[in-house]
């Protein structure tokens, strides 16, 4: 009894703060931004941020980066429970160039070291200048991510 007590709390200590950083060798599948229940939010494919900030600017838009992992839990749940939902994909799509990093891969770990990421997933929004309006390191629900960006929204005015 005392043992499952601790193992759900531990999952849910986990869910709720994200994966912290090991630094290791990572090995895993794609990752994949659809899902059955929408179409999703719309990210970018780049090789590096200038590219996206150039085009928040040249779109009047804010900036949304995602930094995870391959082997990052909560980040899938962010995917398949936030990012997948239609009603915050319109939300994002309509006011944010929306980048997803994999923080151990190709220009990853030296965007994840400017931003001083250490958690996944760590969830930025940034002026088209790439300053940081608003930043949560570790996993939201659908509101609480909403709230995030319309506060950046705001901030970024």
């Known amino acids: 009894m005392k043992q499952t ?7 849910a200590a986990f869910l709720s703060f994200g994966c912290g950083s090991s630094k290791g060798t990572v090995s895993g599948g794609k990752k994949s931004n659809k899902s059955a229940k929408g179409s999703g939010v ?5 090789g590096s941020l200038q590219p996206v900030l150039q085009r928040a600017k040249a779109e009047n838009k804010l900036v949304f980066l995602d930094f995870y992992t ?3 839990l909560p980040c899938r749940v962010m995917d ?8 915050t994909s319109r939300m994002v799509n ?3 160039v929306s980048y997803k990093i994999n923080a151990e891969k190709d220009n990853g ?3 994840a070291t400017i931003f001083e990421v ?3 997933p760590t969830l930025l929004f940034l002026d088209a200048d790439g300053n940081i309006l608003e930043r949560k390191d570790g996993s939201l629900s659908n509101s609480q991510f909403l709230n995030m960006a319309e506060s950046a929204i ?3 005015r």
């Open 5 to 11: 007590l601790f193992f759900s709390l531990l999952l």
């Open 42 to 46: 719309s990210f970018v494919t780049s």
């Open 70 to 72: 391959t082997w990052c």
């Open 80 to 87: 398949d429970e936030v990012f997948a939902l239609s009603s």
């Open 94 to 96: 309509r006011n944010f």
């Open 109 to 111: 770990p030296n965007l």
């Open 118 to 120: 250490y958690a996944y």
């Open 154 to 156: 705001i901030k970024g």
